[in-house]
């Protein structure tokens, strides 16, 4: 019951959300001192260590897609990913010029540091608010889940994806977490690798734990900055441009295009669920209008996929 049209403004949403919180980091800059500076007749941007660090980042993962595309080089780009590289890259930079810069911070010894024990004690504070906020963040996962799946393979059976997620988060809560996981860029990585054992998610959880436990030297010279590239690219590569060609036909595509705009803005200042939802209505509603053929936007990949790099 979710078009296309809702899931492209939902993704994009995302997207921009996640360039817009990168580009303040890198700049140092929040939204209305931009705004005021900008009105002021301009602003001065004073870049920072972290910042060079970021934009570095962020050319090297562009121009890492462009080496890896060329004749014979694929297989380079298969045994090590952008990611990766700029990571190794920031450590050794930062292990032979100590710059002062915030790192990695790894204070894991044990998994007594991760694991804790849940409170019981507010559930009978207010029963009925944490119930429906419960059930919020339940439908937000949800959504979640079956837009990954559905930007993945618009064909897959999302059932044994939701019956995993929700097994998880439920023991996530019951170890003390916060049960909000929706695997997103880890079901991507999986699937680019031809992943099929249904092992394939909990291996790479316990590569994590072992990378977290026995490097946690290296992890602790990485510059905090180079996430901050990543996550740029990360926002950059995930936007869905299958909305243009939707503005150059009939006026039956601007109802389209105002649901597409307002799920995009929604999901932007964080209301997850309701852009879902309200877009979804919205779009039930005009279909309904005789003699209003109001066509859905086209299935397109290239908005989710791009993230795992």
């Not at 190794?88 to 540091?113: A, E």
Request: hydrophobic residues 50%.
């Amino acid at each position: 019951y979710i078009p296309n049209t809702v899931i492209s403004g939902f993704i994009n949403g995302v997207a921009i959300l996640l360039m817009y919180k990168q580009i303040q980091k890198i700049f140092n800059i929040d939204s209305v001192a931009f705004f005021q500076n900008f009105v002021a007749g301009g602003f001065a941007v004073t870049l920072s260590t972290e910042a060079y660090i970021a934009l570095g980042t962020a050319i090297i993962l562009l121009s890492w897609r462009k080496i890896t595309a060329l004749p014979r080089m694929g297989s380079i780009g298969n045994f090590i990913s952008g990611s990766l590289l700029v990571m190794i890259f920031g450590g050794v930079l930062q292990f032979f010029y100590h710059f002062n810069i915030p790192t990695v911070s790894v204070t894991l010894s044990s998994l007594k540091s991760i694991i804790t024990a849940p409170s019981f004690t507010s559930l009978t504070s207010d029963p009925l608010g944490i119930a429906v906020q419960a059930v919020v963040i339940a439908f937000i996962v949800l959504v979640s889940t079956l837009i990954t799946a559905r930007a993945l393979d618009p064909n897959m059976s999302s059932g044994i994806e939701l019956k995993n997620q929700s097994l998880v988060n439920a023991v996530s809560g019951l170890l003390g977490g916060f049960p909000t996981s929706i695997g997103f860029i880890r079901t991507t990585i999986l699937k680019r690798n031809h992943a099929t054992s249904i092992l394939s998610g909990t291996l790479v959880g316990v590569f994590t734990l072992l990378i977290t436990f026995t490097l946690s030297g290296f992890l602790a010279l990485i510059p905090t900055a180079i996430f901050t590239g990543i996550l740029l690219i990360a926002g950059y590569r995930a936007l869905d441009y299958s909305i243009i060609p939707a503005l150059r036909h009939g006026e039956s595509h601007y109802l389209g295009i105002i649901i597409f705009l307002l799920a995009t803005y929604l999901t932007f200042i964080g209301q997850l669920a309701l852009a879902v939802i309200i877009g979804s209505l919205l779009w039930r509603m005009c279909i309904f209008i005789p003699h209003l053929h109001l066509p859905d936007l086209p299935h397109n990949k290239k908005g989710s996929v791009g993230i795992s790099d």
